[in-house]
């Protein structure tokens, strides 16, 4: 594997969530991007973990691959809306009715990049695939800033759709003088010699 063909993402920051049957069902079909042969995905309690496994043989099983991470939450799920239900005016009937509901177990891809995309090796690689996840989750928002070909990118995809956006360079706190915001404790005239 090229370090030449190496291309990083820098920054990324993740609020998606999808039902996890969902997830497992969009990797049936997906197709993933050079480099990468499969996508094994382990559970350990709460914890997701999406690893990426090599195309490349000469790969070692001991190297770590990059990994997407996700908490795995039960979320109530309602066929009909409860605050409509209580708010429609209903003659015939005396007593309230259940409302039909279940446990749905959803993925959380939630967090910044060291929590959500982990370990350097075809981390571009699982970005893209993290990328195709986002499109398919219907909540949620991913942000990120990548280098591709020696240039940056700017990636924005809200609710599963993607969305127009820039990268944008503004002053940091760093950039300013630091003089001119300071004390100047020399010419203080508190401070005796």
Request: charged letters at 35%; proline letters at 4%.
């Amino acid at each position: 594997m090229s370090t030449e063909d190496s291309r990083h993402v820098y920054r990324l920051h993740s609020t998606l969530e999808l039902p996890l049957e969902e997830l497992r069902e969009h990797f049936d079909d997906a197709p993933l991007p050079d480099g990468v042969a499969d996508v094994e995905i382990t559970r350990r309690n709460n914890t997701l973990i999406l690893k990426a496994v090599a195309e490349d043989q000469s790969v070692s099983k001991y190297t770590p691959t990059a990994q997407l991470k996700a908490s795995v939450t039960e979320v109530r799920v309602y066929e009909e809306d409860p605050e409509e239900r209580r708010n429609s005016f209903r003659w015939d009937e005396e007593e309230e009715e259940e409302i039909e509901s279940e446990l749905v177990e959803f993925a959380a891809f939630k967090g910044d990049r060291e929590t959500v995309l982990q370990n350097s090796l075809l981390q571009y690689e699982m970005f893209l695939v993290l990328c195709g996840i986002a499109e398919q989750a219907e909540k949620g928002t991913l942000t990120a800033i990548s280098e591709h070909d020696g240039d940056l990118e700017a990636t924005r995809i809200v609710d599963g759709e993607p969305r127009p956006a820039d990268v944008e360079v503004v002053e940091g706190p760093r950039d300013r003088k630091s003089g001119q915001s300071g004390v100047n404790w020399r010419d203080n005239k508190f401070i005796s010699d």
